[in-house]
């Protein structure tokens, strides 16, 4: 069974600074996909960025970017320049080609300070 | 374009009692699938439902039962109820053909309370 193990209850950046929040996934599929979602206290979900695995470059959105390590299974997100609405819940996500549903790790608390 | 829609937004129910959830997908969105996100944990996957037809579920008993209407719109039904099904229910709709890129679209959740 796949699963997705967020390390990191909880973090703090100083806004404009960069911060990093990890994830490690567990599959023995060769074909899938990798989520970060975004949970504001609104708890609306928002997807943040994905990427998929055949692809070998990191998905790049704006300020989000990950480093993605296929062979380690390791699926970091890094937020560029924080903003005070970066504070939220970050979920890392995965789905195997065959599914139609994500698995969600236990999330990540981020909060950035002014 | 009006965005994914749940009802109500907080209740509270009593252990042994039933409950149903609405949710109203995205304008266009054929695929809607549920999620339980208890305190403190990340979502969990309910079931999915494609052209009014179950394509998916969890590991989640039979009391959690639902539907998914011809405009789309999609009920969550729990019956005899459980202190552990305290949680927020997520409700996600999509285009079939974007599953794959991820892109659901989430309402913001309905807070159930079992007492």
């Known amino acids: 069974a796949q699963t997705v193990t967020q390390s990191q209850p909880e973090m703090s950046v100083q806004e404009a600074e960069t911060v990093t929040l990890s994830c490690t996934y567990d599959?023995?599929?060769?074909?899938?996909?990798l989520f970060w979602y975004k949970q504001p206290p609104s708890r609306q979900m928002i997807l943040v960025i994905r990427q998929e695995a055949y692809k070998q470059q990191n998905a790049t959105e704006n300020r989000f970017s990950v480093n993605f390590q296929k062979a380690a299974k390791s699926f970091s997100l890094k937020i560029s320049d924080s903003q005070l609405g970066d504070t939220a819940m970050y979920f890392c996500a995965f789905r195997g080609r065959s599914q139609g549903n994500l698995i969600f790790g236990k999330g990540t608390k981020l909060s950035v300070k002014p | 374009e009006t965005g994914v829609t749940q009802s109500p937004t907080h209740l509270i129910k009593t252990r042994g009692q039933q409950v149903t959830l609405r949710c109203s997908s995205q304008s266009g969105h054929n695929t809607v699938s549920w999620y339980q996100q208890a305190l403190g944990q990340g979502p969990q996957f309910i079931f999915q439902y494609y052209r009014e037809e179950e394509n998916g579920r969890g590991n989640f008993p039979p009391r959690f039962s639902g539907l998914q209407f011809p405009n789309y719109s999609s009920e969550l039904n729990v019956n005899a109820l459980e202190l552990d099904d305290s949680a927020l229910y997520l409700c996600?709709?999509?285009?079939?053909?974007?599953?794959?890129?991820?892109?659901?679209?989430f309402g913001e959740g309905s807070r159930l309370t079992v007492l």
């Open positions: 996600a709709s999509s285009l079939a053909r974007s599953l794959n890129t991820g892109e659901l679209f």
């Open positions: 599959t023995s599929e060769n074909n899938y996909y």
